[in-house]
């Protein structure tokens, strides 16, 4: 029986080439869509759950706030947490820091004649491999990163640097001067870890691995807890053992504590700042999961209308075969097989779409995406549940719709629509176009809050100006040197340099007042710069003067005693203290020890994503470390000056590699997420419209079969091809008009809970959804035209020729 069901289903599949070829290609798109976004999904449901002691591992995090200002929630901690965790709390197994050894800027690592920027290094206790076990190809986890001086490196990274020699035992040499001996290599980490590195030095090399302090955080640290330890119970420990050791109770002012986070679930619900990774965000799972689901549900549909479609054309098949004999439930699973094997088909094919699609969305998500990701066993059942259940949606109502045809009506050409039958294909047609047009508003609204982002003035301009990082900073002397040296070229503009960046600015610090309470403090972020920061990035200063000469010297001497500082407050910081920029001017500070006056008042500028509000920040002229240089150039001049900074870069950083990239760069960096989304919407919300469209052009094919009689009557009576296309135009319009009912509302809800993620935002504008609605309607009109025409162009003897 099955070799006939196949011979049928073959020989209708090849006679009705046209709508089997659109059959599988809407439903491959479909398929293939819900692989690559599956695929996407997955990887960021995988985030470290490759780790076996996952379940086990927690973050602890970094929470701090003094007074009434903004709590500042962070992700890295003091030196001695972790050691001290470890020897109090009986539920820890293992502690490790982790130091972000490149988070200043490319680490240069030299050997032989080998030079390369580094941009994934870190330094971790011995205690790494114990908590993150990890397969090594040469060397032993137990003790790598037991000695100082040690380093484990990559695969990828020993191929780079000593092709197909051992690589243990091998020296290099970091940042000019820090000599490491490579210990083991081990199997590439996963795109899929938060904790990602190329080298992984050990801790102890460093100055501070010999001291224990909780007054500057800046290790990450990680906890193996013993397996019958709860996050809860240790969390009320922690609590208690942060009241004791890190809050002074004669100042109720400030608050510290430190929390615990479960690893697994860092880079999707993450809110704290300054970790090892750029988080996700579970939302946009969330929202990519139902997009993929969506477009198979409405390939799905296609499917349906594009059968029942041609049911009218197939109905005589149907009644000679019950005349000859064959029950419903034979001609039921003859059009059921049908559908399975065109659902095979679309399989197929939709693993080629994805496998095609692979590179597209590997470049929009930055992570190299396909089914190596995927476990077999899971590829294996996503493909058969697929089969199955889309063979069941697509197939059971046409097969359903086919078998119940009666006889004797089919053969006499009377098979009419069911009214249950039309009120669903309508149904249908709405709900597609519905999910289309909140995906066109949804991408719409998306781009336009990140035009927003990179149009709003921020403060600053980071247009034309070059930055280079340079990880072990510069001395004041080198830096003037090279200031001196770029300024003489009139395509150098201004040069300055900072701690870190200035639109992603992290270094957290308290400051008092001599005219507040003895306790008063205030949690401020704090950037150290040289005197030109605020000329060269174009910042505006409501009140008082740029740093001097003066202010450097008197930033820079070695006297203790003598040494003051210049202070340059944002507005919001003005405001904090309960001043006004005019009276701002010379009140006495204090900010972690660096005493001084304030010089000047900036307006407020975005240093962080605009995500978060605007806060207080101080500007300081401090010299001890420099982690980036910043060159502004004039207008279309870029090739020259990268040139003239590579020369000058060569000459005075001779043992480390020329990089560079654009400070407006670094700033687009911040919303790779929102772009990243917002691509992937754009690309599907395309794809979605197309497949829609497909249905809409079955739906109206299936119409005018049903008809085709009347349009033939009416033509006989005088009727123009004008009044018959409105005809079977008009009710298609009324279904646009009903997806847009619905769309418009849920999209506004929708994208106003998306916007409410950013501290600033657009505001949703009605002409966007005037726009949508009138381009949907455009696109509909197109689509049917093509068939209503066809049919007002029928000759009417054709179409009552059997009356």
Not at 35 to 41: D, Q
Not at 292 to 301: K, T, Y
Not at 783 to 795: D, E, H, R, V
Request: glycine content about 6%.
């Amino acid at each position: 029986m099955l070799k006939n069901y196949f011979k049928i289903a073959v020989r209708n599949l090849w006679k009705y080439k046209t709508n089997s070829f659109i059959s599988i290609m809407g439903l491959a798109l479909g398929i293939g869509c819900l692989l690559l976004l599956a695929t996407y999904v997955l990887h960021e449901v995988r985030y470290d759950r490759f780790q076996v002691n996952s379940d086990h591992i927690v973050r602890v995090n970094f929470f701090y706030q003094s007074g009434d200002s903004e709590p500042v929630h962070i992700a890295v901690t003091p030196t001695a947490v972790g050691p001290a965790f470890a020897r109090e709390f009986a539920e820890i197994k293992e502690a490790v820091r982790i130091y972000p050894f490149s988070a200043g800027g490319p680490v240069a690592v030299k050997y032989n004649e080998a030079l390369f920027n580094e941009k994934k290094v870190l330094f971790a206790d011995a205690s790494f491999f114990k908590i993150f076990p990890t397969q090594f190809i040469e060397g032993d986890q137990a003790t790598a990163l037991a000695q100082p001086n040690s380093v484990v490196i990559d695969e990828t990274t020993a191929r780079k640097y000593f092709g197909q020699e051992s690589a243990i035992g091998k020296s290099v040499t970091m940042n000019e001067n820090l000599r490491m001996q490579v210990t083991g290599v081990i199997s590439d980490i996963p795109s899929y870890s938060h904790i990602k590195f190329n080298w992984l030095g050990s801790y102890s090399t460093l100055p501070r691995s010999k001291t224990e302090a909780f007054d500057s955080a800046n290790d990450y640290t990680y906890l193996l807890l013993q397996p019958e330890a709860k996050i809860g119970t240790l969390q009320a420990k922690v609590d208690k053992f942060a009241a004791k050791n890190l809050n002074n109770p004669q100042d109720r002012s400030t608050k510290v504590k430190l929390d615990l986070e479960a690893f697994n679930r860092i880079h999707l619900y993450s809110n704290v700042s300054a970790g090892l990774e750029a988080s996700g965000n579970y939302k946009y799972v969330y929202i990519l999961s139902g997009v993929g689901l969506l477009i198979l549900i409405i390939a799905c549909i296609n499917f349906i209308n594009l059968v029942t479609a041609r049911s009218a054309v197939r109905a005589r098949e149907v009644g000679v075969r019950k005349v000859m004999g064959a029950a419903r439930t034979q001609v039921f699973r003859q059009y059921l097989f049908e559908c399975g094997l065109i659902t095979l088909g679309a399989i197929l094919v939709g693993l080629l779409i994805a496998l095609l699609g692979f590179p597209i969305i590997s470049n929009i998500s930055g992570n190299a995406l396909g089914f190596k990701i995927w476990p077999a066993v899971y590829v294996i059942l996503l493909l058969f549940s697929l089969g199955i259940g889309v063979t069941l949606l697509s197939g059971l109502y046409p097969a359903a719709v086919l078998s119940r045809f009666e006889p004797i009506k089919v053969l006499k050409g009377k098979v009419l629509a069911t009214k249950g039958g039309s009120g669903l294909r309508s149904s249908l047609v709405v709900f597609q176009f519905t999910t289309s047009i909140l995906f066109i508003i949804g991408t719409i609204i998306a781009n336009q809050q990140l035009q927003f982002i990179q149009n709003k003035n921020l403060g600053l301009n980071p247009s034309q100006i070059i930055v280079m990082d340079i990880s072990s900073g510069i001395s004041a002397g080198k830096l003037a040197a090279i200031k001196n040296d770029l300024l003489s070229h009139p395509i150098v503009k201004s040069v300055t340099a900072s701690y870190d960046s200035p639109v992603n600015v992290q270094g957290g610090y308290t400051i008092s007042a001599s005219d507040k309470p003895q306790n008063f403090q205030l949690n401020i972020t704090a950037i150290p710069v040289e005197k030109d920061f605020v000329q060269t990035l174009g910042m505006e200063l409501v009140a008082g003067q740029n740093f001097s000469n003066t202010d450097i010297l008197q930033a820079t001497t070695d006297s203790a005693a003598l040494r003051k500082f210049a202070f340059i407050l944002n507005e919001s910081a003005v405001k904090a203290l309960g001043w006004t920029p005019e009276t701002a001017i010379g009140k006495l500070v204090n900010m972690n020890g660096r005493e001084g006056a304030v010089k000047a008042v900036a307006r407020d500028f975005h240093f962080r994503s605009m995500h978060e509000k605007i806060g207080p920040i101080a500007i300081i002229p401090e010299y001890n470390y420099f982690g980036k240089v910043m060159v502004k150039i004039g207008a279309n001049e870029s090739a020259q000056a990268v040139e003239l900074l590579k020369k000058s870069w060569k000459e005075n950083f001779p043992m480390r590699p020329f990089e560079y990239h654009f400070l407006d760069q670094e700033f687009d960096d911040m919303y790779k997420a929102e772009t990243r989304v917002s691509s992937i919407l754009g690309l599907f919300s395309g794809i979605t419209i197309f497949i829609s469209c497909l249905g809409l052009f079955a739906l109206i094919a299936f119409i005018s079969e049903q008809r085709t009689k009347e349009i033939g009557v009416r033509k006989v009576l005088g009727a123009s091809i004008a009044s018959i296309v409105l005809l079977l135009s008009k009710d298609f319009v009324k279904l646009m008009l009903i997806a847009i009912a619905i769309a418009v509302p849920a999209a506004w809800y929708g994208m106003n809970k998306w916007l409410s993620d950013f501290a600033y935002q657009i505001k949703i504008s009605p002409i966007t959804f005037i726009y949508v609605g009138l381009g949907a309607i455009a696109i509909a009109l197109f689509t049917i035209s093509f068939q209503s025409i066809k049919a007002a162009l029928m000759n009417p003897v054709e179409s009552l020729k059997n009356e």
